[in-house]
């Protein structure tokens, strides 16, 4: 045990693209000898692995951290207490370790929790955050649309529970960016065209990646089997 504890940084690394990851990030991820990233699933990287992949250094310990993709409240405390005590050990030893986290740290991010779990365990670690590009705002530079401009008002969903709230959003502002849209996408393109909505709508898959497809005539997509990296957004009026 080192008296000194080491720090946890938690980074976001872009929405793909290794060079969307700011300097600052660059920095600290190269600085660090631990890098922590969640675990990808059936035996592939995840994406925070992936974009920070060519920016690793050999000596760098690396450490996959499992989150369930589960709703569950017991299941997740238990995935975030154990992932935290994997990063405390190190921290123990003295050890800075990174935690490397697709878009930004601080957005609908997994580091959250993460950090709120260590803070538990070790309450005088020091903990910051590097912000990254987020993918909603990526998503506009791909589509090479402003996502907002003058006065309008901005509503981003991170799942829809109901579809009332899709409702709502499109009631009260003029822009609407729906994350995790996948699983629910049949049911928006229903609403969207009741509306007239579907010629102002996009759809942006692993927005910044060698794999980036924008569907841009909803129209004629009734139906779309869409990847988890998926987001739309609704210009209204
Ligand atoms: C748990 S949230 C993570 C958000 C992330 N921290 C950020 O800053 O964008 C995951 C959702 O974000 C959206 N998302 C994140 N990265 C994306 C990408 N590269 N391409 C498309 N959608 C993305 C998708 O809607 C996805 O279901």
Redesign the pocket.
Known sequence: MNDKLGQLWGI?VG??DPELITVKALHCLQRCPVVAFPAGRHGRPG?AQTIVAPWLQPEQVQLPLWFPYVQDATTLETAWQAAATQVSEYLTQGQDVVFA?????S????FTYLAQAVQQQQPWAQIQTVP?V???L??AAALGQPLTVQHQRLTIL?VMHTLEALETALDQAEVVV?????AVYAQVWQILQRRELLAQSRV??????AD?RIYDNLDNHPQLSLP????LIVHCG
Do not use: R
């Not at 729906?178 to 996948?182: C, Q, R």
């Open positions: 976001g929405p793909g994406m986290t697709e878009g930004d740290a957005f609908y991010s997994t990254g987020c993918s909603p990526a998503a991170p729906l994350m995790k849209v996948a942006v898959t692993h927005i910044s990646g980036q988890y990296f998926s987001l």
